[in-house]
Structures are given as C-alpha cells and as structure tokens.
C-alpha cells in the first residue's frame, strides 16, 4: 500500500495480541522512534537509511484486547479489578497514537510463499485473506478458563467474571488448592 506522497509502506502482520505480540509492536514502534528496545538498554541498531514512511502494522487476534493472565487469580475474586485486567485495543493510547490497527479474527492459515494470511473474523463470519510484508506469529498458548478468559470480547469476559464470583459468594463451602494464600484469603 501506498501513502499520500507515494511511498510504499511495508505491512507487518502481528497474529496474536497478547503479551508478545503486544510486545513486538511497541517494540517496532519505539525503534521507528528512535528509541531504544524496551527491554534492553542497548541502543537500536543502525538502519543504514532513514525510514520514509512508517510500515503499516496490523494485530490480528481472537479477543478484541488483551487480558493480563498474570492477575487472573485476583481478577477470579474481584469483580472490579476483573475490568482493569482486560484492555481493549483500540483504548491502548500508544497503539492508537501510530494507527496500528486491529483485527478481530482467528488465523486459519498461513501462506508463506504468497505472504497471505487467511482469517475468520467470527465462528461464522465469511473467510478473508490478508497480505504482508512480514509476519510476526505469537499465539503463545492455550490455557482454560478461568485462567484465561473464555470469551472473546471485553463486556462477555466482564459475565463471566460477574458469574463466577457470585458462585464463589453464594457457596455455602469452598476447597482451595494451590494458588496461594492470597487467593485463599480473597
């Protein structure tokens, strides 16, 4: 694709939004900036030339935000954290500020060869093809609820949430294994 003054703008594909997907993208965003990676306190490398335009970036995930599944064991006691463990998208200022966009979908295949993606934006919505320049894949990994959220968007998670803690509430006795005195204590 190409921008108002005519330059080619390279498209990175980012499949997964969790913590390194997410981690990628600010990552990317903060080198075009100049900046150093953030986790490293080494300086970026030399481009050898100035970047023109800036790549155009795309996160392509199931969920439309990402959860924070290090809080899980506190966001399964407390309704109110439960909202600030999940942040959508499109509310990240840092992703909003360089117009990273943002796709609801699952990734059903990948064409390397033709550097085109195929993705499903919803269990029955129409299959759709993406095209890159460059593929980022962090799918990280499965887990089951309620370790990780089994919906797919922010207000399901926040039902889900809401049930199970009234669960835990109305239960007349309760076994805790593992999870640690905190979790026991909530």
């Not at 900036?33 to 795309?58: D, F, H, M």
């Not at 669960?167 to 905190?182: C, F, L, P, Q, T």
Request: aromatic letters at 8%.
């Amino acid at each position: 694709m190409f921008d108002a003054d005519g330059f080619y703008r390279p498209h990175i594909l980012v499949v997964g939004g969790a913590y390194g997907g997410l981690s990628v993208v600010t990552n990317v965003l903060n080198l075009m900036a100049g900046n150093a990676q953030l986790t490293s306190q080494l300086p970026p490398p030399p481009l050898g030339c100035s970047i023109q335009t800036p790549p155009r970036v795309t996160i392509l995930d199931e969920r439309d935000g990402i959860y924070h599944t290090m809080g899980s064991p506190l966001v399964c006691a407390s309704e109110s954290f439960a909202s600030e463990a999940w942040r959508k998208f499109d509310e990240i200022p840092l992703i909003n500020r360089h117009n990273v966009r943002s796709i609801q979908g699952r990734a059903s295949a990948i064409d390397m060869s033709s550097r085109i993606a195929t993705y499903q934006e919803n269990s029955s919505g129409p299959v759709k093809q993406i095209s890159y320049d460059y593929l980022v894949v962090a799918t990280g990994t499965q887990r089951s609820w309620p370790v990780v959220p089994r919906a797919l968007n922010r207000s399901g998670f926040l039902r889900d949430i809401q049930d199970h803690t009234s669960s835990i509430r109305d239960a007349k006795r309760a076994v805790v294994v593992g999870g640690g005195v905190y979790l026991a204590l909530r």
